[in-house]
């Protein structure tokens, strides 16, 4: 099992034909994604090789949906055109947006955000600004390393990419049912409490690891939702104990205002929630191993 993401996925990539796009669908590829096309208006009707294996280039994402039936889109337009991505993909009513681009504006990020809602939420979106999510064995959507960790029993949900990859690689003998980045910007699609629900529902998944960071109130949101709705063991860790108050600190999202929004307001909820919190990402790692072990 997996949430959100299966090796029955049907894989778009808008943007495929960048730089970036070209180098991360070869990578999703090789960690044995079902990539059916690549969506480029200028170069619709034409292949693309990646080692061997040949993905059409559709002029839209409603051609592409109807051409292979795609449920999952990739996005890596740059900045200026994202939002307009987006909105496409929501228009098309494809079920599953990753929004990989950073540098998206709020006013953008929440323009396509309120337009998902206004179109019934028919599509989720995950990020934007984010590494997008993996179901080891099976399928990887974004640009998570796909040979840091195997198919497991944990379920992952992270604000961090690179903190993402720490967990998955220091658990990588357990193993991870699904792993999703969500991104730390202050407007973004699927949530932590998202994730969480479709992992305590998830029969493959025995334990949850969340990690998030300093700023905004998700984290203690997150908190109010496992005590009354998880009954799966959670273990966390919030980046930024040590970051200056008032001081944006990587993400956008990452602001820190009096006590509101710091790593130890957020580690004292999720604590009296029954979360275990390491103040270290290994230290984290630890405790999700002794909650495995029994």
């Given at each position: 099992m ?22 991360h669908?070869k ?13 480029n208006?200028?170069?619709a ?5 990646f ?20 449920d ?7 900045p200026?055109?994202a939002?307009?991505a ?11 947006a ?5 540098g ?12 998902a ?18 179901t ?5 959507a ?8 195997k198919?497991g ?10 903190l993402?990859?720490q967990?998955?690689y220091e658990?990588r003998?357990l193993g ?9 910007d202050?407007i973004?699609?699927?949530?932590h ?10 029969a493959?998944?025995d334990?949850i ?6 700023g905004g109130d ?5 908190a ?16 930024g104990?040590?970051?200056p ?13 009096g ?17 275990q919190?390491?103040?270290?990402p290994?230290?984290?790692a630890?405790l999700a ?6």
């Open positions: 997996a949430i959100f993401l299966t090796k029955e996925s049907k894989v778009i990539v808008q943007g495929m034909t960048g730089a970036t796009g070209m180098k669908t990578l999703m590829l090789a960690d044995g994604t079902n990539i059916v096309g690549g969506v208006p200028r170069k009707g034409t292949n693309v090789e080692d061997g294996t040949e993905v059409p280039v559709f002029g839209s994402v409603a051609e592409a949906i109807e051409k292979t039936g795609a999952v889109t990739v996005i890596f337009v740059p200026k055109f939002k307009d987006v909105v496409e993909a929501i228009d098309a009513e494809i079920p599953l990753v929004v990989i681009t950073e998206i504006t709020v006013h953008d990020s929440a323009s396509f955000w309120a337009h809602g206004a179109k019934g939420g028919k599509t989720r979106i995950i990020g934007p600004n984010c590494p997008g999510l993996i080891p064995g099976q399928s990887n974004g640009i998570i390393p796909g040979d840091i960790t198919p029993r944990i379920g992952l949900v992270s604000k961090s990419g690179t993402t990859y967990m998955m658990l003998d991870f049912s699904s792993a999703v980045g969500i991104g730390g202050p973004i699609g699927t949530t409490i998202d994730a969480l629900a479709a992992f305590e529902a998830d493959d998944t334990l690891v969340m990690i998030g960071e300093i998700a984290e203690e949101r997150a109010d939702y496992i005590k009354a709705h998880v009954t799966k063991p959670v273990v966390g860790y919030v980046a104990f040590t970051a108050e008032g001081k944006t600190m990587g993400h956008a999202g990452a602001i820190v205002s006590s509101s929004g710091t790593a130890q307001a957020k580690k004292e909820a999720l604590e009296a929630a029954g979360v919190v390491g103040k270290t290994s230290e984290t630890r191993r002794a909650i495995l072990a029994g």
